[in-house]
């Protein structure tokens, strides 16, 4: 069982910054999945940034070169730093963690999510 507690999320101004957080506790051994995902009101939730059980690291299209995906595996927490804000990226921002499919290291089966923390950028 994991458990995932974000942080950090509010509302900022269409070009600002906001860094979320996350703390994982639980049994989420090196063979797991962690990240961050979004959903937009109407909107299917989407991958946003985590990292594969092969140690690479997944950004999605629209967030890439704005947003910064890091682990601090010492303190077992995860950030999302994220710059050059646009009201597109308004949601509901979940961390989630789950395990690696075996023979698949780019695939993950996201078992766990935290409760979510709103970000709104206004224009």
């Known amino acids: 069982q994991v458990q995932l507690e974000e942080s950090g999320g509010g509302s900022v101004e269409a070009g600002g910054s906001l860094r979320l957080s996350c703390g994982v506790s639980?049994?989420?051994?090196?063979?797991?999945?962690l990240g961050w995902w979004r959903q937009a009101p109407g909107k299917q939730r989407e991958p946003v940034a985590y990292?594969?059980?092969?140690?690479?690291?997944f950004y999605a299209y629209s967030v890439k070169d704005r947003f910064t995906f890091s682990q601090d595996t010492t303190e077992n927490t995860l950030a999302l730093q994220m710059n050059s804000l646009k009201p597109e990226d308004s949601a509901t921002y979940y961390c989630?963690?789950?395990?690696?499919?075996?023979?698949?290291?780019?695939?993950?089966?996201?078992?766990?999510w935290g409760q979510g923390t709103q970000v709104t950028v206004s224009s």
């Open positions: 990292i594969r059980t092969d140690g690479s690291t």
């Open positions: 639980g049994n989420s051994g090196n063979n797991y999945c």
């Open positions: 989630a963690a789950g395990p690696g499919v075996p023979g698949r290291p780019k695939n993950c089966v996201w078992d766990y």
